[in-house]
């Protein structure tokens, strides 16, 4: 197996997108830890060594904050590969393309565009809607490949609100996602009428998160806690700014400079398989943090404790949120893992790792990866308690 040594933080890109009459700013990071050799062999074989990553950020994160979790993700992974998009919430003429629906038509584009700066593609995708999309000026070919591109599958993962993002990205272009994973995920809790009430329930309870991480990480993570916070606040601002001067270049509906409370609710959604079918995935990764007291696993099963979830409510969750996959033939897994919301930041090598090996997309430099058809039996992982559909 190769090599591979730890990625250098990449810069973040910027394009200007044009879409659903306005125009907004979209931004990703490129994180590659693939050797010379391995980029050889893929380009020999016309294919990566597996999927893409497309890694969806925490509400208002940029593309590299929380980079030694992706480093390590990147390290780990088999294709070596992660695309970290992140772009303005669209609010434009057609209200059905606004929000989280219209970042899942943007977001891809943006991935596609960062995957041809690497000479490599999507292979098997259909456009998630007609409506034209332009990148720095340069309209989008969402159906003709780059030519003699790398081929690539996609696999989509999340954290806290962007797991939405990643639900809906998955469901949106089922050819191609068949792997997905979601880190302290939103869209588990029906947070009541989503006009104020709901999202502002949950803004409360963010707030009340933020509180919890502060006194716990007095003394364990302080750095990462207070950077997460600044991130936010630094996101938030963005978008507010942009909100600006996309309301003088393109679609002038007033509500655009308040988008952020639009995407505060699309936080707060609740979605099962009605608004966003998984029936197509295979392999499917849910992690919950202990601590966390915005998403909590045991909270959403009715039990007080990590030890009292057993096969039950792990049956009843995949029959609740997932009704459509077939979980008796596919590699699905829910599990509670150490840690509060920023989990993923402050035990950044214990969720790639969660993550990859439950998906069977761990670069293991010792032994050819093995991705599991079926899971037969409880892994046991170090420091979580990991809960695995048994299969007939």
Known sequence: MFKRALPKKPATR???????????????????????????????????????????QGHAQ????????????????????????????????????????????????????????????????APRCDLPIALDGRIATPGVRALNAVSAGAAALGWSHGCSLARRFASAYPSLVTDFAQMCPSGYVNWGNMALAGP????????????????????????KATLSGLNVMKGNTIDTINAVSSLIDGNKHPMKLLRNMRDLKECAIYLDSYDAPMAHVKNAVIIFGEHDSLFNLMKISGVKRRSEIGQKEIDRFWATYYPDIDVDSSNVRVMVADGDHIAPYVHHTL?????????????????????PAVVTRRPRVKRSRQMTRKTA
């Not at 209200?95 to 000479?119: C, F, N, P, S, Y």
């Not at 969720?351 to 991705?371: C, F, Q, S, W």
Request: a neutral charge; one cysteine or more; glycine letters at 6%.
């Open 200 to 223: 502002a329930r949950l803004l409360v309870r963010f707030l009340t998160e933020c509180l919890n991480i502060s006194m716990r990480a007095t003394f364990s993570h302080p750095v």
């Open 62 to 125: 940029r593309p590299a904050d929380i980079f030694p979790f992706t480093a390590e993700l990147s390290f780990r992974c088999t294709s070596g590969v992660v695309i970290s998009p992140v772009c303005d919430t669209p609010y434009g003429a057609d209200k059905k393309w606004r929000g989280d629906a219209g970042k899942t038509v943007i977001l891809m584009e943006v991935v596609r565009h960062a995957l041809q700066e690497l000479g490599v593609d999507f292979d098997a995708y």
């Open 14 to 56: 910027k394009v200007k997108v044009s879409f659903n009459g306005e125009t907004l700013s979209a931004y990703y990071a490129v994180t590659d830890s693939r050797t010379s050799d391995e980029k050889w062999l893929n380009q020999k074989n016309g294919r990566l060594s597996g999927p893409v990553i497309v890694f969806f």
């Open 351 to 371: 969720y790639p790792e969660l993550v990859l090996k439950g998906l069977g997309l761990y670069h293991d430099e010792n032994a050819t990866p093995v991705r």
